[in-house]
């Protein structure tokens, strides 16, 4: 008597929403201003019914590659298969970019692949991985240019009342043009938390190579560790030059969108602590990877922005740093989705070992009233 092959579950569907949430008023950066937050989610359904679920804080324009380009690539593939998965949509978008919206939209739907896998094996998503940590230490970020002294000091001095050790602001305002209110909001800044908790802060590309070095100097009298992306995150060599003048750890790659560009930037020395984002860099399949080419340079790994994304891998990166404890993230997950992680009274942010996957999903009634067409 033979016995019967088994038979695997394959990828049948894929469904597609799109979701703009937004803010009470305007937030700024150093050089950029937003009235809302964006999140194109993804569910991914296997042929015996189990549904897996992603998303990505990206242009609605994700949601038609998505369907038109994606969904043929992974339909039939089999749903225990992300990386084949992966493999499909990277080989689809060719033509039409590797980088930008294509690798948002490619994050969204890997990550959906990886919570599916995790549910029809009915294993938390850091065991299908395997951990490397039980837990993984955040730092509250905000701190935006938009914000006043009070506001400013509310915010981060209730993080550092809450128990993080870390906390991040922005600076480099009006593209770097106003050095004097960086330093003045740092001050206000480091007044709020005191002088236990690391303060972190963020330009966004907004100054200039000197112009970064002369501001570190002054934001390292007061006590800051962290300077991400003093110049732009394009200029390789910018950030090498900024690195070997100062002493704060300088950091850079949220919008790294692919392996190539990390690599470039670990090989030109340009960053102390590397920085990627989930719901960007392609998912979790290419965020494992980049986390695995910092640590053949001696570097650590920091997990950009979508906090609730960024557990589970977090915690299977021998070489993670942190993650960050991003206001709007935060706020738009807690909307949207249940099961999005708290931190702990030490502002740590560990998986949920109950639920399979990432073990989150979509608040659908609560969501539809921001749901739009895309």
């Not at 597609?16 to 700024?28: A, G, H, K, N, Q």
């Not at 549904?51 to 225990?80: E, K, M, N, Q, S």
């Not at 991040?168 to 938390?193: F, N, P, Q, S, Y």
Request: proline share 5%.
């Amino acid at each position: 008597m033979t016995t019967a092959a088994p038979t695997w579950p394959t990828v049948e569907h894929l469904d597609v929403s799109t979701y703009v949430v937004p803010l009470d008023e305007p937030e700024s950066d150093g050089t950029f201003t937003w009235t809302s937050t964006t999140v194109v989610v993804v569910e991914l359904r296997a042929n015996d019914g189990t549904t897996g679920i992603g998303w990505t804080y990206a242009t609605p324009a994700c949601a038609p590659l998505v369907r038109d380009v994606l969904h043929p690539a992974v339909a039939g593939v089999g749903a225990l298969d992300p990386p084949r998965m992966w493999r499909e949509m990277v080989a689809a978008i060719r033509n039409v970019g590797r980088a930008g919206i294509a690798s948002m939209a490619i994050a969204a739907v890997d990550i959906a692949a990886w919570d599916l896998k995790g549910k029809l094996l009915d294993l938390p998503l850091c065991r299908l991985l395997g951990m490397s940590h039980d837990r993984v230490a955040a730092y509250g970020s905000g701190g935006f240019t938009s914000l006043t002294d009070g506001e400013l000091r509310d915010q981060l001095g209730g993080w550092a009342a809450d128990g993080f050790s870390m906390v991040k602001m922005k600076v480099g305002t009006a593209w770097g043009g106003r050095l004097d209110r960086d330093l003045h909001r740092a001050e206000v800044a480091r007044d709020a938390i005191g002088d236990d908790v690391q303060l972190f802060v963020d330009a966004n590309g907004g100054y200039r190579r000197k112009e970064a070095v002369r501001a570190a100097r002054r934001f390292g009298d007061l006590g800051v560790t962290w300077f991400e992306e003093p110049v732009s995150s394009d200029d390789l060599e910018g950030l090498a030059e900024v690195r070997a003048l100062v002493d704060l750890d300088v950091a850079a790659g949220e919008y790294g969108y692919d392996l190539t560009y990390f690599g470039r930037m670990c090989a030109a020395g340009a960053v102390d602590v590397v920085q990627a984002d989930v719901s960007r860099c392609a998912g979790i399949t290419e965020w494992l990877r980049v986390a695995a080419v910092a640590a053949a340079h001696g570097l650590e790994i920091s997990a950009h922005c979508a906090p609730a994304l960024h557990v589970h891998p977090a915690v299977c990166a021998p070489n993670i740093r942190h993650l960050e404890w991003f206001a709007d993230h935060v706020r738009v997950d807690g909307l949207l989705f249940d099961g999005a992680p708290t931190p702990t009274v030490e502002g740590h942010l560990a998986p949920d070992l109950s639920r399979p996957g990432h073990g989150m999903a979509l608040k659908r009634p609560d969501a539809e009233r921001w749901r739009i067409d895309a």
